[in-house]
């Protein structure tokens, strides 16, 4: 069975990133990675912020903005801004970005 797809591509403006956001978790956290249906995978995050006025979004940015050091206005959301399955865009080095989040998932699987 092949390994699904990894949850960002690259664009010349930097990555695009899957996401699949569960709000009013029992605590924040990055969960790992999720197989999709389609052969794809999605970064599942858990925040225990509520989905009302986008408080939910501001905590997931928040959390990654942190976990991976990079600001938080690098990071905004594409597509999916109401839904559970988001699609980020993060602004900078493309191929830059994909290595440092090939590195960060790698540590998270061993």
């Known amino acids: 069975m092949n390994a699904p797809a990894p949850p960002y591509t690259i664009t010349d403006r930097g990555l695009k990133l899957a996401v699949r956001l569960t709000p009013k978790a029992g605590r924040t956290r990055i969960e790992g990675l999720a197989a999709e249906a389609r052969g794809g995978s999605v970064i599942k995050v858990a925040v225990t912020a509520t ?17 991976w050091r990079i600001s938080k206005t690098s990071i905004a959301i594409e597509r999916g801004a109401t839904a559970r399955r988001k699609t980020l865009a993060i602004a900078g080095d493309g191929k830059a970005l994909a290595q440092r989040l090939a590195v960060w998932l790698q540590a998270r699987d061993d």
């Open 51 to 67: 989905p009302e006025n986008g408080k939910a979004n501001t905590a997931l940015i928040k959390l990654l903005a942190k976990e």
